[in-house]
């Protein structure tokens, strides 16, 4: 294997326990990565603001990969690349989402942008998404009723597939493309640009670090981190992911509530070096 010379983590269920908790031990672990010489950074479908609590406990001065990948930022939340939705596109999707009686949101610029308050981190509340329509990176249904979920998934994909205008900001010039839709919990469905996806996110950090793809150790606990494991040079899937993930990573570690992140960065990366 390649030496490792940054760890990327999804947040939510990896380097979080399910009550959002950054244990202590979390804590320790990641400065340790800094005293072997290694990076760390993360990614999330979280916008920007929601993943800035991280940066000082944990030292951040890599670039953070919000929406999945759809907004690159520096830490002190500054744009460094994002890839949006045009208008015509994200109109459609917003109908099309509400036929299957789902919620939905809106991610644009650092904001998150709902129609009722909840979340575990202060969304913007707006009576409808009118004034929200332009330069949206992500599109969310929600639901409790997560059949509904999946054909909300499928529907997306079939209808919004191909010759739909997503654009990327930077650098420079527009390029028709797909959406990209997935699951990123079983009750959200997540409408995004198609470069707006986890495994694009270790080529674009690996790049943004000038590094290889190949010297990036990847954590996460759901299936659309599958794409950034396959990707990345080593990849570790916490204790309590699918089969689906456990197999599609070269190690599992012990869960999120057992202090499974910590337990992977000590065993599989610091035991490495």
């Not at 943004?208 to 996460?220: C, R």
């Amino acid at each position: 294997m390649a030496l490792i010379k940054v760890v990327l983590a999804d947040v939510d269920g990896t380097l979080v326990t399910h009550e959002k908790v950054l244990t202590p031990r979390a804590i320790v672990s990641v400065r340790a990565l800094a005293g072997a010489g290694i990076a760390f950074a993360i990614t999330s479908g979280r916008p920007p603001r929601g993943m800035q609590m991280f940066v000082e406990p944990l030292k951040l001065a890599t670039p953070l990969a919000a929406f999945n990948g759809g907004r690159f930022v520096r830490p002190d939340l500054s744009l460094l690349e994002q890839y949006v939705l045009s208008r015509e596109l994200v109109e459609p999707i917003l109908a099309l989402i509400a036929t299957h009686e789902l919620d939905s949101w809106i991610y644009r610029g650092n904001e998150w942008f709902v129609r009722e308050r909840h979340g575990p981190f202060p969304p913007t509340v707006v009576s409808d998404f009118a004034d929200q329509m332009d330069e949206v990176v992500k599109v969310v249904g929600i639901s409790d009723d997560l059949d509904a979920v999946a054909r909300c998934e499928a529907d997306v994909l079939r209808q919004f597939s191909e010759d739909v205008h997503c654009k990327r900001t930077t650098p420079e010039r527009d390029q028709p493309a797909a959406v990209f839709a997935a699951r990123s919990q079983p009750y959200y469905v997540d409408v995004t640009h198609p470069q707006a996806n986890k495994g694009a996110v270790v080529l674009a950090l690996a790049k943004m670090l000038k590094i290889e793809p190949s010297e990036v150790a990847t954590l996460g606990d759901m299936p659309n981190d599958i794409s950034m494991f396959e990707k990345s040079g080593l990849s570790i899937a916490m204790g309590q992911s699918s089969d689906d993930v456990k197999r599609a990573a070269t190690h599992v570690t012990t869960s999120s509530e057992d202090e499974g992140f910590a337990n992977a960065i000590e065993r599989f990366i610091l035991g490495r070096t």
